[in-house]
């Protein structure tokens, strides 16, 4: 089977993308183009995929990206056997093509609650813009082969569709929490609380924690970063391949997840956290829902309220200062991660999916 994945939104090394569903139809031996905004990521396709660059799809810089897209799409309609892709605008780039072959929408995300997170869309652009991306799913829906990130999206849609959830790679093994060291893991933002991660770098540095930002952050949250990075507050660095980012995790005292309380969030699981349990070190997180569900059953972490830098720096020393709740705290995570959360589980069952509806033309 040969699959084109196509993102124009996401990076090239998208962890879900790339390092889970790419990686698990190449390990399966199918051929896979992919498809992505490499220049302008600065990156190179990986040797086992055959990339095509395409531009970025930014802010309200979109038409241009969609356009490459369609073309691409065009192009190797009759070479492919199905079509993945990552992101809504995309839905345009596949629409009223004829003699198309089987085309796959991963829906990522809660697609009208994310436009809140938005800051270069005018708020009275975004009651008409939910409006339209409803839309945009009702057609999908009834046009495409949808995916799901998480259960919660299911209530979207009027048919059932599989659920291929943000799980990760768990290792054989892990090293124990360490006592000197925070990490946060994952896009940084205001929403995603890039003011309270800096904020709790400062509240812990007299007492020689540090913190390390791992993660692509948004043009508003930069200045912040790099001021705090200048003044000795944390260490940040910036976007880095999943694979080498999730090594930075070993060894942690805790891995922090300060998402605020937006829609978007409300029904999602952060995969951060079930990275952080993978590699054995215990969760420090806001009270999302999905968030609180998992530490609880799992008894991996401790929950602080929302926007409080203050508790987030007590969790952090609480667990510094008892060595057996921290390692108790990680262990279990990591074998709740290990049983239930390890990505070849779904692997098989996404690949073996793609596998039917290739089988089947439009």
Known sequence: MHVLVMTVVHHPEDARILHRQIRALVDAGHEVTYAAPYS?????????????????????????????????????????????????????????????????????????????????????LRPPMRFLARLLETTAERRLHLLLAETAYAGRFRQQHLVVPNETWVPDRVSPPGDDRVVYLGWLSEARGVQEAVEVARLLQPHRVAVELIGYADPQSRPLLNEAVAQGVLEWRDFMPNDEALKRLDG???????????????????????????????????????????????????????????????????????????????????????????????????????????????
């Open 252 to 362: 942690a005292l805790a891995g922090l997840s300060l998402l605020h309380d937006e829609p978007n969030y409300r029904h999602s699981m952060p995969t951060k956290i079930v990275e952080y349990m993978a590699h054995g070190i215990p969760v420090i997180t806001t009270p999302s829902p999905r968030a609180v569900e998992l530490v609880e059953r799992y008894q991996c972490g401790l929950v602080v309220p929302w926007q409080n830098p203050q508790a987030v720096a007590r969790a952090v020393l609480q667990l510094r200062d008892n060595p057996f709740e921290r390692i108790g705290t990680g262990g279990r995570g990591y074998a709740a991660a290990r049983a239930n959360h390890h990505w070849p589980n779904s692997a098989r069952r996404f690949v073996t999916q793609l596998e039917a509806w290739a089988s089947v033309k439009s």
């Open 40 to 124: 302008a990521r600065g990156v190179v396709p990986r040797s086992w995929v055959t990339g095509v660059d395409l531009p970025r799809a930014a802010e309200r810089r979109r038409l241009a990206a969609v356009r490459a897209a369609r073309k691409l799409f065009k192009s190797m309609r009759g070479k492919v056997d199905l079509a993945l892709i990552h992101d809504p605008e995309l839905l345009f780039a596949v629409a009223g093509v004829r003699r198309r072959p089987p085309v796959v929408w991963d829906v990522h995300e809660d697609t009208p609650a994310t436009l809140s997170l938005k800051p270069w869309l005018p708020a009275f």
